[in-house]
């Protein structure tokens, strides 16, 4: 069994949003674990959905905050990256929707304008560093070996 946390914490080192890694000035630590276990929940299982070519089942077992079965570690990697994806995917949505209460002057004056860009190279960059892993992923068994599709 892999654990849910081996995959939260492929994504956690992956950002510095001190709104996600730290407690907000009212929560206490016990509260600030909890919105941070739903919120990488909820990424986990959007990584889950575009995940399609898992070697190992991707099966869930949420009673215990684990998968059913040991992942490789490929796959936590892949699974961490893809809910890099959903991350920055939400970033993006919400500068989207933000972005309409502005002119277009204003917009590129705004921080947030910047933002938005470095949110899509970001988002860019992860994406390629997935099918790069799942590329060079596909070459190889569960046991390490190449294998004779090439």
Known sequence: MTSYQDVYD????HIDDV????????ETDEEHQERLSILCYEYL?????RFFYSE????RDDANNSFENTLREVEVEILGLY??????????????????????KDWKSHDKSNAMN???QMLKEVEKE????????????????LTGWW
């Open 83 to 104: 809910m890099l994806r959903e991350y920055y995917r939400k970033k993006l949505n919400f500068l989207a929707s933000l972005r309409h209460s502005f002119s277009d």
């Open 118 to 120: 470095q949110y899509r």
């Open 45 to 49: 299982k959007g990584a889950i959905a």
């Open 10 to 13: 492929v994504f956690l080192r």
């Open 130 to 145: 997935i099918e790069e892993l799942r590329t060079s992923n596909s070459m190889f068994d569960s046991n390490g070996n």
């Open 19 to 26: 709104e996600i890694l730290y407690p907000l000035a009212d």
């Open 56 to 59: 190992t089942p991707l099966i």
